[in-house]
């Protein structure tokens, strides 16, 4: 079975200072999809960032990009210039490729505190 | 544009009752999910649902049952409330399977004493 590791359960970082937050999992497939869902103290989670496996390049959406290392199973999450409004919980999941494979994985999350 | 609605957002139970917890999309999704979140953990999947009339069990089935008669809609139901379920439980729609990409509600804190 797929497990997602999250090994810091909080992190903090200084407005407008870059923050990286690990995720690891464990997989026998060779296809995947990997992600970082977001959790803000109003609790309505919302995907932040998307991997396929598939891909060599580097997933980035505007201030937030992943460092995928397939080999090694690691998915890290790297936020530049923070904002206060990046404050939340952060879950890494993963998610196979299989056609009937509906299920996401998620890890325990990382809280982040952003300190103005 | 409302997506994936819950009701209600929060509720206390006693041991033993039952209750419905709410679940509206309405972003024409097929896929529909309902996930419990306990402290510290991440997400678990409770059941889900590939299209109106088709449900199957996910990770932590046992106390729940769900329906789907509608594409919209997808409760799940609580019979004889344990404290165990006590949780926060989220509902979740996708339009596609293999994206990954889930809306999620707000999600619903139950207490069971």
């Known amino acids: 079975a797929q497990t997602v590791t999250q090994s810091q359960p909080e992190m903090s970082v200084q407005e407008a200072e870059t923050v990286t937050l690990s995720c690891t999992y464990d997989t026998s497939e060779s296809d995947y999809y990997l992600f970082w869902y977001k959790q803000p103290p109003s609790r309505q989670m919302i995907l932040v960032i998307r991997?396929?496996?598939?891909?060599?390049q580097n997933a980035t959406e505007n201030r937030f990009s992943v460092n995928f290392q397939k080999a090694a199973k690691s998915f890290s999450l790297k936020i530049s210039d923070s904002q206060l409004g990046d404050a939340a919980m952060y879950f890494c999941?993963?998610?196979?490729?299989?056609?009937?494979?509906?299920?996401?994985?998620f890890g325990k999350g990382t809280l982040l505190t952003v300190n103005p | 544009n409302a997506g994936v609605t819950q009701t209600p957002k929060f509720r206390i139970l006693k041991i033993g009752q039952s209750m419905t917890l709410q679940c509206t999309q309405d972003m024409n999704h097929n896929y529909m999910y309902w996930y419990r979140q306990d402290p510290g953990m991440g997400l678990k999947l409770i059941y889900y649902?590939?299209?109106?009339?088709?449900?199957d069990k996910g990770e932590v089935p046992n106390g729940y049952n769900v329906s789907r008669s509608t594409t919209e809609d997808f409760p799940l139901r609580l019979e004889l409330a344990a404290p165990s379920q006590t949780s926060v439980y989220f509902c979740?729609?996708?339009?596609?399977?293999?994206?990954?990409?889930?809306?999620f509600g707000e999600g619903s804190r139950l207490t069971v004493l």
């Open positions: 979740a729609s996708s339009a596609r399977a293999y994206t990954g990409e889930l809306f």
């Open positions: 649902s590939v299209g109106a009339g088709i449900t």
């Open positions: 999941a993963y998610k196979g490729s299989g056609g009937s494979n509906y299920k996401l994985t």
């Open positions: 991997q396929e496996a598939y891909k060599q």
